[in-house]
């Protein structure tokens, strides 16, 4: 079994800041990569930024949060860690974890429970 547990999120004014952090835990043989998505009511889920282990880290960003999230991992514990900076009220929505890992002789996606973050004027 594997769980992705997310915390970090909350009600912020816009211009502040917030730490999002997802450990990723249980019957892991390696992680392939993991991202955070976000999805604001009545939009589609989308992609805010991944970090591909496998490939030493390399890190990709949306378009509208580049320059101002920053996505980092601490490989000790398995924790993933999006860094928000600047914070809009466009960015209002709850946001997941998403991870790509090998567990029980095959890889597949995993996704967290979300947590609400929101932007206040």
């Known amino acids: 079994q594997v769980q992705l547990v997310e915390s970090g999120g909350g009600l912020v004014q816009a211009g502040g800041s917030l730490r999002l952090s997802c450990t990723v835990s249980?019957?892991?043989?390696?992680?392939?990569?993991v991202g955070w998505y976000r999805q604001a009511p009545g939009k589609q889920r989308e992609l805010v930024a991944s970090?591909?282990?496998?490939?030493?880290?390399?890190?990709n960003y949306a378009s509208s949060v580049k320059g101002r999230f920053i996505i980092s991992r601490d490989s000790a514990t398995n924790t993933v860690f999006l860094q928000m900076n600047s914070l809009q009220i466009e960015d209002t929505a709850v946001y997941y974890c998403?991870?790509?890992?090998?567990?029980?002789?095959?890889?597949?996606?995993?996704w967290g429970q979300g947590t609400q973050v929101t932007v206040s004027s």
């Open positions: 970090i591909i282990i496998t490939s030493g880290g390399t890190t």
């Open positions: 249980g019957r892991i043989v390696s992680i392939n990569a």
């Open positions: 998403h991870a790509n890992l090998y567990s029980v002789a095959t890889f597949r996606d995993y």
